[in-house]
């Protein structure tokens, strides 16, 4: 009998195939995203509470009513509208305005007094004069020469010196043509006992 052969055996078993140097990622985890805060509910409107307009009552202070007029305290209410003041910040603003013409007044008064042609021993020549001169450019009769008065009384320019000088001079030239003029603007002589007398009884009427 014939002897079996067995069939040798390979020198190596076939290498398996080499693992994969990574392993595959695992997929991403989906995000997590977090629900948005409610936002707060808007509060509702407040109700709209009606504004009182205010008033202001606006006074001439006592001892100031040849400075300040009805006029000037409508002017003072309009402004106090326009900057908000109030009725006490706007009665301050008339107050320091007629303290401020009181004494722009004074100061004039003073330097006319003092001068040496038309105030001194000259002061009641001066007035006689330049009264004459004022009846004559702006009669007491006249609206706009009662008007004219009025601005110079609310400013002190009566006693301003340039001013009172150049109504001396227009004096003057009243009492050049008309002899014996005394300074009541053609009429009978007029007395004024102080300088600002001459103002006095002239209401500013519409021209």
Known sequence: MADVVTPAAPASSPAAPAAPATSPA???APA???PAASADPVPPAAPVVPVAPVVYALTVPAGAESFIDADDLKAFETAA?????TPEEAQEEVRTRAEALQAQDTAFLARLTAHPTYGGEHLAD????????LDAIAPAGD???AEF???VLKHGFG????FAAAMVRTGKLVAEDRPGAGGGG???PVEYKSPRDLYKNTTPTAG
């Open 186 to 188: 053609g009429g009978d």
């Open 81 to 85: 509208k326009t900057y908000g003041w």
């Open 159 to 162: 006693n301003n010196l340039p």
């Open 143 to 145: 609206p706009l020469g």
């Open 26 to 28: 695992a997929p991403a």
């Open 126 to 133: 001066t007035e006689r004069l330049r009264n004459l001169g």
């Open 149 to 151: 008065r009025r601005l």
């Open 32 to 34: 997590v995203v977090a």
